[in-house]
């Protein structure tokens, strides 16, 4: 009896889910403007694959801008040049007690802002300050400029945009005098830097089918580490010149990237479908569509396809952020995943801010961390579509906090595997990192998506924020940077539970649709329980 329950249960539950597809209510409705979109230009064809790669190269300059702090603003190493046997100066010595003449710095002061400017015995708070400025700069920009790819400019202008913004604000930071000028570039460059990846994102994945969508979501992640990757090799190649010339070695690239973008990139139709702007929409279909030739013709495409006005939501600029906060399901959707995004920043981008903090060298260390991040995204790449998104997100915040926490035990056996608990640990916070962002795309309709994208960018972001600070303060006491780390992503990690799964579901456009198939999910678990308990 025990042996044939299993069957019976799930045997009822399909039924359940056949029956619930066939309800009147269910026929009256148009096909979906995603399997519309899949049956006119197919779902993955070589325009969509170079569209995709093209796109997710953003994330390499993003990525660069992100951790360039970690060189230009690092604590050089210094020697004394006293007199052999003289017992003042030696290399425990603080070097803000000793006299100017009795030591001096292993490169030139131009290599980085702390020898540049003095800046060697000022406080914490002022030497964390540029790179805090930077991800302050991230969470307002997410704020004020998130909603604008949903509503007025698109994913393609706001992608052209940023890119542009981000690289000028970079090359001027290049002429700063001071440690105040250049923290107010950097928060400029962050505020720019800020819808880059969310834009990008989510322009590569609206123009593929959901099959494929969580491997195109990956290929950004594949960019961001080599963005990351490309630093330590830079900066390396920069050791000895001054920390401006690494500025300028990434700006540069960055700026002719945005004069292609405006050039070659195309808008999602799915976008142009939802604001209205229907001929735009049918253009860019048909000029995808001429790269596949197996797939349907756009003529009967324009027929199928009707949205309701009131479901393509309001034009105003904040409209997004309003019907997030509107509806119950979405709001409790986006605190979670919010508060999860946060606990998965700390550590995303503390661990790496951090590494200084080792004994270990600093090129290394970051080089090793950067590579961390592609089997993460190979993991990711290859297994997006067998794994399921709540639980993936809870094993592998739990893994980096454990992880994190015990980078801080103190001992010569602990000291000797510190640099390995980091890399496990940050590998686990990138896994997480981009499972999470693809677990976003999922759960929210095209309406207000790169809006519910960018606010969770934000919350990683704010964890960013916080960082600075934090790696700072442990420089004297570890377990206020790595121990706080993983006790703040294990507990927030366990937000998971609150989300629905979303592997395997067709992507919604408007609200309503959304609540549609939550109400239909609903009923089709709750039919297959009840045929459980009557077996």
Known sequence: MAADSTPLIISQADSAESDINTLPCLEKRLPSLDSNIERCIGDFGWSQFIQSIFVSMAWIFDAQQTFISIFTDAHPTWHCTTRLGDESCNSVSNICHLPKNSWSWDWPNHISIISDWSLECTSSIVTGLPASSFFMGCLVGGFVLASLADSSLGRKNMLFLSCLMMSLSSMLTVFSANIWIYSALRFLCGFFRSTIGTCALVLATELVGKSWRGQVGVIGFFCFTLGFLSLPAMAYMNRGSSWRSLYLWTSIPALFYTILVHFFVRESPRWLFVRGREVEAMATLRSIASFNPSTSSTRDFSRSVSLDPQETGNPNLYSAFKILLQKRWAFRRLSAVMVIGFGVGLVYYGMPLG???????????????????????????????????KSSVLVFTTISGVCSILCVLKGNVWIRLQIALELVSFFSACTAFNILLIFTIEMFPTCVRNSAMSLVRQALVLGGVLCPMLVAVGREYGFASYGVFGIVIGCCGMFAVCLPETRGRALCDTMEEEEHAEVVREVVVNHGMNAGLES
């Open 355 to 389: 590494l200084g903090n080792l004994k270990f060298n600093l090129y290394l260390s970051v080089t090793f961390n950067a590579l961390s991040e592609l089997p993460s995204s190979l993991f990711t790449f290859f297994l997006i579509g067998k794994l399921n998104r």
